[in-house]
């Protein structure tokens, strides 16, 4: 697998540091881990860096992770980068917005490493 | 107390009634069975399976029942959810401060524990993954209801007043040789 840029936006910075782990623990090569604690911050890092892949939160203050991804796929170095959504948002009406927004995957948290694994390792093959 | 949860065009409405169903039973229901309920919940028993199952997983160090007869507690770690929707209510999470070191350096493999920034924040996140989980078991709450920010207070001289003035429950558990407890609160 080649080696990713990986974008990870979390209001905690313990949780940003376990979702990194876990995508190491995938087996991920990680070239690069921006991390950002709001939506807005990782616009800013989108629209300044070339990413594989974007793990993002919903619930954050200044910017959510619904707004992030709906503004986002307006970048257009960042139409079609993969964005997982890792949240403790688990209801069917939360994952359907999120898709329809442009989100390409959905993990609820608490998560395992494996669970990363099966749902991040398809989307940078593809 | 019963409670049913029916689903409307827009909106989950939660029915109350006074009927008793044992200590921290109720019942839930949804749309098409708006008034019947089909399901009892126990509120207490699904907290601490939400709590246990954010341990398991996230923390990697499993919760404990308390040992009898309990030794004096008093927390000085506290973290809160609040729940808004179709339910009100709130969610919180109590401990010791050398507790919460022992959570955040099981999260985080022992890297980087020291920062009280770092307590602070993992604490935070168990609890609101705990209040996600707790309301993702719930028939008809998962998208009926948001959840806030987490709020962490620590600190000897606190007390947590919900305004829900409702319902309270409370489960206590034993991390590592160290009380912890975490409590529902809902809107009376």
């Given at each position: 697998?080649k080696?990713?840029?990986?974008?990870?936006?979390d209001?905690?910075?313990v949780?940003?540091?376990?979702?990194?782990?876990?995508?190491?623990?995938?087996?991920?090569?990680?070239?690069?881990v921006?991390?950002?604690s709001?939506?807005?911050?990782?616009?800013?890092l989108?629209?300044?860096?070339?990413?594989?892949?974007?793990?993002?939160?919903?619930?954050?203050?200044?910017?959510?992770?619904?707004?992030?991804?709906r503004?986002?796929r307006?970048?257009?170095?960042?139409?079609?980068?993969?964005?997982?959504?890792?949240?403790?948002?688990?209801?069917?009406?939360?994952?359907?917005?999120?898709?329809?927004?442009?989100?390409?995957?959905?993990i609820?948290?608490?998560?395992?490493?494996?669970?990363?694994?099966?749902?991040?390792i398809?989307?940078?093959?593809? | 107390?019963?409670?049913?949860i029916?689903?409307?065009?827009?909106r989950?409405?939660i029915?109350?009634?006074?009927?008793?169903?044992?200590?921290?039973?109720?019942?839930?229901?949804?749309?098409a069975d708006?008034?019947?309920?089909?399901?009892?919940?126990?509120?207490?028993?699904?907290l601490?399976?939400?709590?246990?199952?954010?341990?398991?997983?996230?923390?990697?160090?499993?919760?404990?029942?308390?040992p009898?007869p309990?030794?004096?507690?008093i927390?000085?770690?506290?973290?809160?959810?609040g729940?808004?929707g179709?339910?009100?209510?709130?969610?919180?999470?109590?401990?010791?401060?050398?507790?919460?070191?022992?959570?955040?350096?099981?999260?985080?493999?022992?890297?980087?524990v020291?920062?009280?920034?770092?307590?602070?924040?993992a604490?935070?996140?168990?609890?609101n993954?705990i209040?996600?989980s707790?309301?993702?078991r719930?028939?008809g709450?998962?998208?009926?209801?948001?959840?806030?920010?987490?709020?962490?207070?620590?600190?000897r001289?606190?007390?947590?007043?919900?305004?829900?003035?409702?319902?309270?429950?409370?489960?206590?558990?034993?991390?590592?040789?160290?009380?912890?407890?975490?409590?529902?609160?809902?809107?009376?």
């Amino acid at each position: 697998m080649k080696p990713v840029n990986v974008l990870i936006v979390d209001d905690s910075s313990v949780m940003r540091k376990i979702v990194g782990r876990s995508l190491r623990q995938a087996g991920l090569d990680l070239v690069q881990v921006l991390e950002a604690s709001n939506g807005s911050e990782a616009l800013s890092l989108a629209r300044e860096n070339p990413l594989d892949l974007i793990l993002s939160d919903i619930n954050m203050p200044l910017m959510d992770g619904l707004e992030f991804v709906r503004q986002l796929r307006g970048i257009e170095s960042a139409q079609h980068t993969p964005v997982v959504m890792i949240t403790t948002e688990a209801g069917e009406g939360h994952v359907v917005q999120a898709l329809s927004l442009g989100a390409s995957g959905y993990i609820r948290k608490p998560f395992t490493p494996e669970q990363i694994k099966e749902r991040v390792i398809p989307l940078l093959r593809g | 107390m019963d409670q049913a949860i029916t689903a409307e065009p827009e909106r989950v409405r939660i029915h109350l009634s006074a009927r008793a169903a044992g200590p921290g039973a109720q019942a839930v229901g949804k749309a098409a069975d708006a008034q019947q309920p089909v399901a009892r919940i126990d509120w207490r028993e699904e907290l601490a399976k939400a709590a246990s199952e954010v341990f398991d997983v996230m923390v990697g160090a499993p919760l404990t029942a308390p040992p009898e007869p309990r030794p004096p507690f008093i927390p000085d770690f506290a973290a809160m959810v609040g729940i808004a929707g179709s339910l009100c209510g709130s969610v919180s999470l109590r401990t010791t401060a050398d507790c919460a070191r022992s959570i955040t350096a099981k999260m985080l493999g022992g890297d980087e524990v020291g920062a009280a920034e770092a307590a602070q924040d993992a604490f935070g996140e168990v609890c609101n993954m705990i209040a996600g989980s707790f309301k993702g078991r719930i028939s008809g709450l998962a998208d009926g209801c948001a959840l806030s920010v987490p709020t962490v207070i620590f600190g000897r001289d606190f007390t947590l007043f919900s305004l829900a003035r409702g319902e309270h429950y409370e489960v206590t558990f034993e991390f590592e040789g160290k009380l912890l407890s975490v409590s529902l609160d809902l809107q009376g």
